[in-house]
C-alpha cells in the first residue's frame, strides 16, 4: 500500500449509518482488494450501532473471492468525495499544504491550554422545575434554527446489544421534509400535542435531532443546506465539569442540552461557507476542546449527525435544554478570543536578581555592528551595489572574513535572490570570489534559494522560508532585495509594521539574523540622517536593529588621478610578486608612486612578453578605475556605539576600502553650510588641496627643509596616497624618497 491513499482514513468522511447494504458490501470488498485487513472493516462497520452486528464481517470477508471485475479502493474514494473529501491534487482552492504552500497555524502548533482541568470542580445543572415539553422543543428550535430551516429528527428508536452493552439507535432517517417554522407553529396550535406533531415518542429511547439544516432530500453530509453548527459531546468526565469546561472555552454556543445520559450537547456555531471549510474549522474546534480535558466523539464531525432533542423522556430521564446563546457571539470573534489567549507572548520579569545573574547576550555575527537573532537595514541608491555588497557580506559569513572592516562569525547563511536569473546569480558569486582572490574553501556555507518569478507577499513567504530552513543551523538570512516581496503601501506606518514583523518571525523561530536592503528615497541625501534615508514609512527606519547607509561621494578629477595611480601601482606590484618573487626592494611609499612602481618593474622583469601581458593588465585596471564610483557607509546601530563612517570603491564586482575618501564632504552637509558665502568656500578644490599642502609644509618645516610623507598626511588627515596625488598637481613641490621637498630650495634634489 505504499505510495497509495490511506482508504481507512478516508472512511473517517463516510458515515455506514448512511450507506445502503450494497454499499457497506462495497466497501468490505474495496478493503480486501487493496489488502487491508477484516479488521479495518469492522471497526469502521461499527460506527453504526444500528445495524451492527459481532461477527458478522468476518463472514463476509470470507465469502470476497474476487472477481474479473473487483471492486477496488476508487469506491471509497468516490464515497469520501461525495462526503466532501478533496484531493490534495485536485485544484489550487485545496486545503492540504505542501512544500510549496503557505500554512496556517492551527491547533497543533501551539498549546492552546486554557482550562486546567485539576482545578475543575464543575457547574451544576438544574432541571425545569415546570416540565414544559412542548416549550424545551419550540424554545431550542427557535435558538438554532430559521423558521423555514428543513430539519430532519428522528423520535423513535430500537435496543441493540453489543456484547453486555445496550444503547437506543435511532429506527430510521426518520422526517426530514418539514420545517422548524411548521413544527413551532404546529405545537403551539395543537397546545403542545407532540405526538399530533410529531409522532408519538417512544419514551424508551427519547429523540433525536438533525443540528444543521438540510435540502428536504435525504439525510447525508450531500443533504445539508447550510453548514452552521458542530456537535461537542464528550462523556469522560461529569456533567458538572463539562458544563464548567464548555463556559471556561467561551464557546460560541446555540444551545446547550442535556442528554438525559452522560453528557451535554453543546451546538456550537461554525457558520462555514462550504464543507472543506466545515472540516478545517470542525478540526480546529475539536483540537481546542480535546486540550481542555473533553474528550469528543469523532463521528460527530460529520455536519449531518444527530444530537439528542430537549423536551423528550429518555427511560425515565428528560431531556432538556440547559441553556442557549452562551460564550462567544460568533465563530470568528472566538477563533480570535483562542489566539489572544494563547499569543505566546513572555510574561513580565522581576528585576529583583538583575545584578546576580550573569546575563549572555546573542553573540556576535559582524563584530561592533549586528548580533545573531537581530536584523540589520542595507539602504541606498540604485547602481550601489547593493547587491554585490550582501554577496560580499554572504562570503565573509561563510568563510569567517572581514566584511567593510568588521571580522564576521563564520557559519551557514541563505542567501534569498528574489532578483536575478539563478546562473547569474551563481556566476556573480564566482566572480566576487577570484576578486577577493582568497580562496573558496567554506563556500558549501553559502545556500541559494532563487526565487525569481516565484516570490510571493513576504507573509507567505516567511512561513515557507522557516520551514526550509528549520533545520539547516543558519546564522544569517539574507533577502534581496525586498521590494521583490513587499505588501501594503511602504508609507504606511501599519502596513509596514506588519511587512517588517515578518522578519521577527525569521528570526526569531531560526536563532539567525535577517540582513535585506531597500533603496533609497528620491534627492540628495547628504544633509540627511541615516536613520531618514530609506524610502517609505519610518518603520523602515526603526525597526533594524543596524542600519547601514551607501551615500555617493563626489568625485573630481584629481581623485580619479589618484585612483588611477593606485591602480596602476597595484598592478606593478602584483606582477613583481608573481614573476620575481624574490625582488625586495619596494618600500610602501614605493608602492604608491608610479614613477618608483615602474623603476623597480623595469629592474625586475626584463621579459619583452611578459611586460606586454602587465602592460595590458594595466590599461583595463584604468578602464576599470573610471568606472568605479566612491561610497561611504554610514550607520546607526542599536547595540554598539555609532559607527564611523567607511569609504568605499565600488569597482565592479566588489567594494574596497580605501579612507583616503574620508576627506570628501558630502552633497549637502550641514555642517559645511555655515561656510557658504565665504571666499573660502569659493575656491575651486584643486586650489584648496594646494593651499593646504603649501600650509602643511609650511608649519611642518620652519626652514624649508624636506618633511616626510607621513607627517604631511597626518597633519591634513589623508591618507599618504593622497598627499602624493596633491604633490603631483602642484608645481612647487616634489617627492624623493618618502618626502617631500620644496623645489625652489634644492635644486639638486630635483635633478636626481
Not at 449531518?304 to 470568528?332: A, C, H, M, Y
Request: aromatic letters at 10%; hydrophobic letters at 35%; a negative charge.
Amino acid at each position: 500500500m505504499e505510495n497509495k491513499l490511506d482508504l481507512t482514513a478516508l472512511l473517517e468522511y463516510v458515515d455506514p449509518s448512511t450507506l445502503n447494504y450494497q454499499e457497506w458490501v462495497n466497501v468490505g470488498m474495496a478493503l480486501k482488494e487493496e489488502g487491508y485487513s477484516v479488521a479495518d472493516w469492522e471497526e469502521w462497520s461499527s460506527r453504526d450501532p444500528r445495524r451492527y452486528h459481532d461477527g458478522e464481517c468476518f463472514k463476509k470477508w470470507e465469502s470476497f473471492q474476487g472477481t474479473g471485475s473487483p471492486v477496488t479502493g476508487a469506491t471509497i474514494t468516490q464515497l469520501a468525495k461525495e462526503n466532501g473529501w478533496k484531493s490534495k491534487w485536485a485544484d489550487a482552492d485545496d486545503t492540504f499544504f505542501d512544500w510549496n504552500d503557505s500554512f496556517i497555524p492551527t491547533a497543533v502548533d501551539k498549546d492552546y491550554k486554557l482550562v486546567n482541568t485539576d482545578w475543575v470542580l464543575g457547574q451544576e445543572i438544574a432541571e425545569p422545575k415546570n416540565w414544559n415539553p412542548s416549550k424545551q422543543i419550540i424554545d431550542y428550535l427557535e435558538a438554532v434554527f430559521n423558521p423555514g430551516d428543513i430539519i430532519g429528527y428522528v423520535n423513535d428508536g430500537y435496543l441493540h446489544t453489543n456484547g453486555e452493552v445496550e444503547k437506543w439507535i435511532p429506527k430510521s432517517s426518520g422526517v426530514y421534509t418539514k420545517t422548524a417554522g411548521d413544527i413551532i407553529q404546529g405545537l403551539k396550535n395543537s397546545g403542545g400535542d407532540i405526538g399530533a406533531v410529531m409522532g408519538d415518542p417512544n419514551p424508551d429511547s427519547g429523540a433525536w435531532i438533525r443540528f444543521n439544516p438540510l435540502d428536504g432530500q435525504g439525510v447525508k453530509n450531500t443533504n445539508v443546506s447550510e453548514f452552521k453548527y458542530a456537535l461537542v459531546e464528550s462523556d469522560n468526565m461529569s456533567i458538572e465539569q463539562q458544563n464548567e469546561i464548555i463556559r471556561e472555552l467561551e464557546l460560541p454556543v446555540v444551545a446547550l442540552s442535556f442528554s438525559g445520559s452522560k453528557s451535554l450537547h453543546a451546538i456550537v456555531k461554525i457558520d462555514a461557507v462550504n464543507y472543506p471549510q466545515y472540516q478545517e474549522r470542525v478540526d480546529y474546534l475539536y483540537k481546542i476542546v480535546e486540550k481542555n480535558g473533553l474528550k469528543v466523539d469523532k463521528q460527530n464531525k460529520n455536519p449531518s449527525r444527530l444530537t439528542r432533542l430537549p423536551g423528550f423522556v429518555r427511560q425515565g430521564k428528560k431531556q432538556f435544554l440547559v441553556d442557549t446563546n452562551i460564550g462567544k457571539s460568533s465563530w470568528e470573534e472566538w477563533q480570535e478570543y483562542i489566539e489572544d489567549m494563547n499569543d505566546n507572548l513572555p510574561d513580565p520579569e522581576n528585576l529583583d536578581d538583575l545584578f546576580e545573574q550573569k546575563i549572555e547576550l546573542a553573540p556576535e555575527l559582524i563584530k561592533g555592528m549586528l548580533r545573531q537573532g537581530h536584523k540589520m537595514l542595507i539602504a541606498g541608491p540604485s547602481k550601489a551595489g547593493k547587491s554585490f555588497s550582501l554577496m560580499q557580506l554572504a562570503i565573509a559569513i561563510a568563510e569567517g572574513r572581514e566584511w567593510f572592516g568588521f571580522p564576521c562569525a563564520q557559519g551557514k547563511v541563505l542567501y534569498v535572490n528574489l532578483e536575478l536569473d539563478g546562473n547569474s546569480a551563481k556566476m556573480r558569486f564566482i566572480e566576487i570570489y577570484n576578486k577577493l582572490n582568497k580562496g573558496h574553501e567554506h563556500v558549501s556555507n553559502i545556500d541559494i534559494w532563487n526565487l525569481r518569478g516565484k516570490t510571493s507577499p513576504m507573509d507567505k513567504l516567511a512561513p515557507k522560508l522557516i520551514r526550509r530552513a528549520q533545520k539547516q543551523n543558519y546564522i544569517a538570512v539574507i533577502i534581496d532585495p525586498i521590494y521583490k516581496v513587499l505588501t501594503g503601501d511602504e508609507n504606511s506606518a501599519h502596513e509596514m509594521a506588519n511587512f517588517t514583523n515578518q522578519f521577527d518571525k525569521i528570526a526569531t523561530e531560526l536563532n539567525c539574523a535577517v540582513i535585506y536592503c531597500h533603496h533609497h528615497s528620491k534627492g540628495s541625501q547628504g544633509g540627511k540622517n541615516s536613520i531618514d534615508r530609506s524610502s517609505g514609512s519610518g518603520v523602515f527606519a526603526r525597526d533594524p536593529d543596524a542600519i547601514l547607509d551607501l551615500i555617493e561621494l563626489p568625485v573630481t578629477e584629481d581623485r580619479y588621478a589618484q585612483l588611477e595611480n593606485q591602480v596602476q601601482c597595484q598592478v606593478y606590484v602584483n606582477a613583481i610578486r608573481k614573476y620575481n618573487p624574490t625582488y625586495n626592494q619596494i618600500s610602501q611609499d614605493d608602492e604608491l608612486s608610479f614613477k618608483q612602481m615602474s623603476y623597480h618593474l623595469n629592474a625586475a622583469i626584463t621579459g619583452k612578453q611578459i611586460k606586454q601581458l602587465i602592460d595590458k593588465e594595466r590599461s583595463e585596471a584604468m578602464k576599470s578605475a573610471r568606472l568605479a564610483s566612491a561610497w561611504r557607509i554610514e550607520g546607526i546601530l542599536r547595540e554598539f556605539p555609532r559607527l564611523k563612517p567607511v569609504n568605499v570603491w565600488f569597482k565592479y564586482p566588489i567594494h574596497e576600502i580605501d579612507e583616503s575618501l574620508q576627506d570628501i564632504k558630502l552633497e549637502d552637509d550641514p555642517k559645511e553650510k555655515w561656510k557658504k558665502g565665504t571666499k573660502k568656500a569659493n575656491e575651486s578644490r584643486s586650489e584648496k588641496s594646494k593651499k593646504e599642502l603649501e600650509e602643511a609644509f609650511n608649519v611642518l618645516s620652519d626652514t624649508g627643509d624636506p618633511v616626510d610623507v607621513k607627517a604631511i598626511a597626518d597633519y591634513l588627515e589623508i591618507a599618504r596616497s593622497a598627499v602624493y596625488a596633491r604633490v603631483k598637481k602642484h608645481k612647487k613641490f616634489l617627492v624623493s624618497d618618502g618626502t617631500i621637498i620644496k623645489k625652489d630650495v634644492n635644486e639638486s634634489v630635483i635633478s636626481k
